[in-house]
C-alpha cells in the first residue's frame, strides 16, 4: 500500500513538473529591453559577466570621446548606471521566485526507530501536500503575474533614470550657458565701475551715479557665483546618473542648449496615449488580475487549507515470534471549526477592492498629468519662442543704436551701459525659458510613457498587502 501511495506522489509531483517554469536566458529582460527601445529608442545591458561588462565599458568610453547630446548621456546612464544594475538584479531574483512557485512541494520522508525489551520497531513514512499539488496550476499562473509585474517595474525604472538623466543635462547645459553669459556681463561692470571710480576723482560723477555702477559690479559677481555653484552641482548630478567617475569625470558638453523646434508637437489624443502606454497603470492592472485570480484561489480553498497524505510502512520485531510488516496511509486535514476561512476571504476581497480604487484614481491622476504636461509644454514653448522671435532680436536692434549714437556723442557711456544691463537681463531670461521648454518636454514624454517620481505608497502597500492572503493559500 506505501508503495503505490509513493508512487502515486511521484506521478502526481512529475504531472505538477510538467508545466513548471524553467529560468530564461536574460533573466526576463526581453520586456525591459524592448520596451525602452519602443518608448525611448535606447538600448539596455544587465551586466552578469565580466564579457559583457568589457562591452558596456566600450560602448562607454565610445560615447564619452564625443561631445555629450542629451541621446548620449541617457544611453551612458542606461550601461553603466550601477543603481539601475541593482533593480535588474531584483528582476533576476523575481525570476527565482516565479521557478520557485511553478515548482510542486518536496515530498517528505520520514524514518523512526524505536526499540525496547527486546522488540524494535521501525516506521518509513512519505507525505505528499495534495493541496499545494493541485492548487500548483493557480499558484504558478499568479507568480507569472507577479514576473510580468516585477519586468515592468525593472522597465519603469529604466524609464525613470532616462527622464532624470535628461533634465539633469538640460540643467548643466543651460547652467553653463548661463556662467559663460555671466561672465562677459562680470568683465563689463567691473570695468564700468573702474571707470565710475576714476570718474568719480574728477568729480565728473557723483556719488550716487558711482555707487549704481558699483552696485551692479557687485551684483554680477554674485550672480555668477551664484551660477557656477548650480551648474558644478548639476554636472555632478549627471556624472552620478550617467555612473562616472575618475577619469571619466572630464566629460564634455555643448556651450549651449540645442535651439528650439521649428514647431511644437500636436497631440490632440495625449489623454489616451498616457492611459494605453503608461508603464505604471500596466502595472496595476496586473496588479488586480493576480489580486483577482488570487481572490478566486482563496474562495475555492476557504474550507480546506491543509491535507497531506502519508504513505506508512512499519516492520515489527518481536522476540517472541517472527518479525512482521504493516502498511497503510495517513491523511491529515484541517478542520474549520472555528475559522471557516470568512477572514481570508474577506482579506482578499478587501485588497482587491484596494487595488481596484487605486488604479482608478492612477487612471484619473495620468489623464490630469497628461493634460497638464501638455499645457506647460505649448505654454513653455510658446514663451521661449517668444523671446527668439521678438525679444532678442529687438533688443539687438536697440544695442546697435545706441551703439550709433555713441559714437555720434548722442548719448553718454552711462546709458550704453544701462542698455546693456537691459539686454542682460532679458538673455538670462531667454536662457532660463529654453531651459524650461526642454524640461517641459522631457515631462511632456514622461506623463505619456511613464518614469515619473514614484507614486505615494499606493501601489507597493497594496502589493505587500496582497501576500498575506494569496501565502496563506500555500
Not at 514653448?381 to 532680436?393: G, L, T
Request: with cysteine.
Amino acid at each position: 500500500m506505501t508503495h503505490y501511495l509513493a508512487r502515486g506522489l511521484l506521478v502526481f509531483a512529475a504531472f505538477g513538473l510538467s508545466g513548471c517554469m524553467a529560468f530564461s536566458p536574460d533573466a526576463g529582460m526581453t520586456t525591459v529591453s524592448d520596451l525602452a527601445s519602443r518608448t525611448i529608442n535606447k538600448d539596455v545591458a544587465f551586466v552578469r559577466s565580466a564579457e559583457g561588462a568589457a562591452v558596456v565599458e566600450a560602448r562607454v568610453r565610445q560615447l564619452l570621446a564625443r561631445t555629450l547630446g542629451a541621446d548620449a548621456a541617457v544611453q551612458i546612464a542606461l550601461l553603466n548606471n550601477k543603481g539601475l544594475q541593482a533593480t535588474y538584479n531584483e528582476l533576476a531574483l523575481a525570476e527565482t521566485e516565479l521557478v520557485e512557485q511553478s515548482l510542486p512541494p518536496n515530498p517528505v520522508f520520514s524514518i523512526s526507530r524505536i526499540t525496547g525489551n527486546g522488540a524494535s520497531e521501525i516506521e518509513r513514512q512519505v507525505v505528499g501536500d495534495i493541496l499545494a499539488l493541485a492548487t500548483l496550476p493557480f499558484r504558478s499562473e499568479i507568480a507569472r503575474d507577479r514576473f510580468r509585474q516585477a519586468q515592468l517595474r525593472a522597465a519603469l525604472a529604466t524609464l525613470r533614470l532616462a527622464a532624470d538623466v535628461r533634465r539633469a543635462y538640460v540643467r548643466t547645459v543651460a547652467g553653463n550657458e548661463m556662467v559663460a553669459l555671466l561672465t562677459d556681463a562680470k568683465a563689463t561692470a567691473e570695468s564700468t565701475a573702474q571707470l565710475a571710480v576714476k570718474l568719480g576723482e574728477t568729480g565728473s560723477l557723483n556719488k550716487l551715479d558711482q555707487a549704481r555702477e558699483q552696485v551692479f559690479y557687485a551684483e554680477t559677481t554674485a550672480d555668477l557665483a551664484t551660477a557656477r555653484q548650480s551648474a558644478t552641482s548639476a554636472r555632478e548630478k549627471l556624472a552620478r546618473l550617467m555612473g562616472l567617475w575618475d577619469d571619466g569625470l572630464d566629460f564634455r558638453l555643448p556651450n549651449q542648449l540645442p535651439p528650439l523646434p521649428r514647431r511644437p508637437q500636436s497631440l490632440p489624443g495625449i489623454e489616451a496615449d498616457a492611459v494605453a502606454h503608461r508603464v505604471d497603470l500596466q502595472i496595476a492592472r496586473l496588479e488586480l488580475t493576480a489580486l483577482a485570480k488570487s481572490l478566486n484561489l482563496t474562495e475555492a480553498t476557504r474550507f480546506v487549507t491543509l491535507l497531506d497524505l502519508a504513505g506508512i510502512s512499519r516492520r515489527t520485531q518481536d522476540p517472541e515470534g517472527p518479525p512482521f510488516r504493516e502498511r497503510g496511509f495517513d491523511v491529515q486535514f484541517q478542520i474549520p471549526i472555528f475559522d471557516g476561512g470568512e477572514v481570508r476571504v474577506r482579506q482578499a476581497a478587501e485588497t482587491y477592492n484596494l487595488a481596484f480604487n487605486r488604479l482608478t484614481e492612477r487612471a484619473v491622476n495620468v489623464r490630469s498629468e497628461a493634460r497638464d504636461a501638455y499645457r506647460v509644454y505649448r505654454s513653455s514653448y510658446d514663451i521661449a519662442s517668444h523671446y527668439q522671435r521678438e525679444i532678442i532680436p529687438l533688443r539687438k536692434i536697440i544695442t546697435e543704436e545706441m551703439q550709433l549714437r555713441f559714437s555720434s556723442m548722442q548719448v553718454d557711456i552711462f546709458a550704453l551701459l544701462t542698455e546693456a544691463r537691459q539686454r542682460l537681463a532679458s538673455l538670462r531670461g531667454a536662457i532660463d525659458a529654453k531651459q524650461k521648454f526642454f524640461l517641459a518636454q522631457s515631462d511632456l514624454q514622461t506623463a505619456v510613457n511613464g518614469g515619473g517620481a514614484p507614486a505615494s505608497g499606493g501601489e507597493n502597500s497594496t502589493t505587500i498587502a496582497a501576500a498575506a492572503p494569496a501565502d496563506g493559500d500555500h
